[in-house]
């Protein structure tokens, strides 16, 4: 597992070695403050285990600033095993509260005197704005704070030249995502669960009872929550603080559910924040919709109001990733920071992390508030950011039906197929994609059964209410075949012809990349292959070139790491147990790499990262340590394809030989359940906003070339779309071939090889670690003209 440079380790000018960063002789201190948020205790974990590592002092301090002013037995040091088996908490397990004491100066003067006897002057705080503001006070104070307690005889002038500066990094936990210049909070993608948990199940029954349901959720001063959950459902209306519903709304609305019981819909879904305002900044309740609702259109209706629900249970694959790579990136960036320092944010941009200067972040959430105070409504929906915007945009766009008198005809008929294995979200993708294409005027045709249906002309039209309903739904309801064209591509043609298709949206896995190439190549033999052609990625296995994340890889990880959290609680009540646990992904390994990451694995076998029996000693030999320990379970895991000759019984077997007397073995195949189930609320998301936008695509390839008739022979007319790093791409297949290892079904390239180390970190090896590449702050956004990335 170690020391072996993987032919994708990436290499670059950023390669610093944890070598450089010694934390000899540093203290570290962690509180978490404010309200709970799911995450919290994966990045405490990562904090603690990073800070050990590189040989700094870690302590707890419990209560939140109120255990930092009463100090005692609340400031308490950590070490490698009291953060064992956190990971799957929801909440904070070193406590959390609100705290006057510390807004005073006498609270802080305390504080600081109970951090300087302990020699800790790097604070990591995990927690909204108010606590990341309280940091930023305290650590401008701080020379003063020491100068004062050193006249008043309660520390010594050694002990003020020695502790002078105080170095502060945060990371923002909060389930409402309100704070500025990170596209995810912590804890925000778990709350979402909880509420798409909810609606699916509120669904059903609605659905026999043709009711209405309005859904109250967390969110007082931003509708993140609320508008992410209506686009993920496809919810009737919905209501938000920053974006009030315009004057004469209750007409409006009773008018769109009438309309949409009128399609057949037996029930209407409509979602509240928790602070949703009117255009005059009155509140909107739950209570006053069903009112209206009631009187004007006498439809049963009833109110659930979600409360604390949102903050517990476990937290996600992605809260648990995210707050990883934080924490580690926080403990980095303490160990960074000099005097001069600013205090930072670590956040996500994209799919980067990166450092923000944490007083400009706290004062752009700060105008938000003031925007919506003085009813900028605009200026707050913009100044929340690009994939705000957009999700807003995009929902719009999906809710809510024209007339067919108000859509201008294209005259084009679209075409939209799944290629491949099923992944959870292409319905969601297939739903966006109708809706989107007949709002801006096509005809959309639904192909069924992938190429082979392509080519027996299993294809029909298909309307606006055919997919509501869909976003919840897992699997593929149009069918899909991992089938290539190549063999029918005059059947496709001649089919291309009788439907007079002008545009192809293609769903799927790398069967769709390798199909796409295959219709172009066709092109020179026929002509009916000469329009505009996009892929959409979707496949659990996230082997898609041109994009860092696939639709169904997020319902995929979470699957896989509700299931090693089950296995991991049977290990640790016997004792002495490792369990093998081998996840699908062809030949790569994103699913067992980042389910390692999620799950608190000790090892992954990956395919990317050549492995050989000198390793597999070791990881033994590391299990066999761990078992002296208190911590007394081990997980592992491989993906299906790493190794042709050390199988997942070879594996199970050798270790239960070398582990004899010292622990037993089990072995566990996921197999086909990491395909299934209901989509996760990422990939619903992800599936709706990059399916839109690859038919708006399609709408502007098809304006260019309206009325002249050409055709699209370029190859920038078949293209890939997918995520990287900050931005949304349309990359031309044909530049995608030189990126891809044909045989091996993967790109060349994949971005969370960087994220290895991270995983080997937390189960104690020793590796070399790659620092983020924003070592300097960056400036907050606005972000600039490009694709906004963000989901």
Not at 190 to 216: G, K
Not at 425 to 436: H, I, K, L, T
Not at 519 to 540: D, G
Not at 659 to 680: E, I
Request: glycine share 10%.
């Amino acid at each position: 597992m170690d020391g072996h440079d993987s032919p994708q380790t990436p290499k670059g000018s950023f390669r610093k070695f944890l070598e450089q960063l010694s934390g000899a002789g540093k203290a570290i201190g962690v509180l978490t403050s404010g309200g709970d948020a799911q995450g919290m205790n994966a990045a405490v974990r990562a904090v603690v285990r990073m800070g050990i590592y590189v040989g700094a002092k870690v302590y707890f301090i419990y209560e939140g600033y109120q255990g930092m002013v009463d100090g005692g037995s609340n400031i308490v040091e950590a070490d490698w095993e009291s953060v064992s088996s956190i990971l799957q908490v929801g909440g904070t397990i070193i406590g959390s509260a609100r705290c006057q004491d510390f807004r005073t100066r006498e609270g802080r003067l305390k504080a600081a005197c109970n951090l300087v006897q302990l020699g800790i002057t790097s604070l990591c705080v995990i927690g909204g704005d108010g606590s990341l503001t309280g940091a930023h006070i305290f650590q401008t104070e701080w020379s003063g704070l020491l100068e004062e307690l050193a006249r008043d005889g309660k520390i010594s002038t050694e002990q003020v030249q020695k502790h002078g500066h105080l170095n502060v990094v945060g990371m923002v936990g909060s389930i409402d995502n309100d704070f500025c210049g990170t596209d995810m909070t912590i804890g925000t993608d778990s709350a979402l669960h909880r509420i798409i948990e909810v609606v699916d199940a509120i669904m059903t029954t609605a659905q026999s009872h043709q009711r209405t349901f309005v859904l109250e959720v967390m969110g007082r001063h931003c509708g993140y929550l609320a508008l992410v959950s209506a686009l993920a459902c496809g919810a009737d209306w919905v209501f938000l603080p920053e974006s009030p519903p315009e004057e004469g709304w209750q007409e409006n609305m009773c008018v769109k559910l009438s309309e949409n019981r009128a399609r057949k819909k037996r029930l209407n879904i409509i979602i509240v924040a928790e602070g949703a305002i009117d255009t005059q900044n009155k509140p909107i309740t739950s209570e006053q919709i069903k009112e209206l609702v009631v009187t004007q259109l006498g439809y049963d209706t009833r109110v659930t109001i979600l409360g604390h629900v949102q903050r517990g249970g476990t937290p996600s694959a992605f809260d648990r990733i995210l707050a990883s790579r934080m924490g580690v990136e926080a403990v980095v960036a303490l160990l960074q920071a000099t005097p001069e320092t600013p205090a930072c944010v670590v956040s996500l941009s994209g799919n980067q992390a990166v450092r923000l200067p944490l007083m400009e972040c706290v004062q752009m959430t700060q105008e938000v508030q003031k925007a919506m105070d003085e009813r900028r409504f605009k200026d707050a929906v913009q100044l929340r950011g690009r994939s705000f915007e957009n999700n807003l945009n995009t929902y719009k766009q999906l809710a809510i039906k024209l007339p067919d008198s108000e859509i201008p005809k294209s005259n084009c008929n679209v075409g939209v197929v799944n290629v491949g294995a099923p992944a959870a979200g292409m319905n969601a993708a297939v739903r966006a994609a109708v809706r989107v294409g007949i709002s801006e005027g096509h005809k959309m045709f639904a192909v069924y059964d992938g190429f082979e249906g392509f080519a027996k002309g299993q294809i029909k039209e298909i309307g606006w209410g055919d997919v509501g309903g869909w976003t919840g739904q897992g699997g593929s309801i149009l069918g899909t075949k991992r089938i290539l064209p190549g063999k029918y591509l005059e059947d496709i043609a001649a089919q291309m012809r009788t439907h007079g298709i002008s545009a192809l949206l293609i769903i799927g896995g790398f069967e769709a990349y390798l199909g796409l190439l295959e219709l172009l190549a066709a092109r020179q033999k026929h002509e009916e292959f000469c329009v505009p052609m996009v892929m959409v990625p979707a496949t659990v296995s996230n082997n898609v070139p041109g994009s860092d994340f696939s639709i169904g890889a997020d319902t995929a990880l979470n699957t896989i790491t509700d299931t090693c959290d089950r296995i991991k609680q049977s290990a640790s009540g016997t004792k002495r147990r490792v369990f093998i646990i081998e996840t699908m992904g062809g030949f790569c390994g994103y699913l067992a790499n980042m389910g390692g990451l999620a799950a608190g694995a000790d090892a992954a076998y990956i395919f990317e990262e050549p492995f050989d029996i000198r390793d597999l000693q070791s990881n033994v030999e590391h299990l066999t340590e761990k078992m002296k320990t208190s911590i007394q379970r081990g997980l592992v895991l491989r993906n299906e394809s790493c190794s042709e000759n050390y199988t997942t019984d070879f594996i199970y077997q050798l270790y239960s030989e070398e582990g004899k007397g010292v622990f037993d073995c089990r072995k566990n195949v996921l197999g086909h359940m990491q395909q299934g189930g209901a989509p996760s609320p990422f990939d619903r998301n992800f599936g709706t906003k990059i399916s839109a936008r690859a038919m708006q695509w399609i709408s502007s390839k098809l304006r260019e070339s309206a009325g002249k008739g050409k055709k699209f022979l370029s190859e920038d007319s078949v293209c890939v779309l997918g995520i990287s790093k900050r931005t949304l791409l349309f990359q031309p297949v044909a530049e995608l071939k030189k990126e891809t290892d044909f045989e091996h079904r993967i790109p060349k390239e994949q971005w969370w090889l960087k994220l290895r180390p991270l995983m080997k970190i937390l189960a104690k090896y020793k590796v070399s670690f790659e620092v983020s590449d924003a070592s300097q702050l960056e400036p907050v956004q606005p972000r600039g003209a490009e694709e906004p990335a963000a989901i």
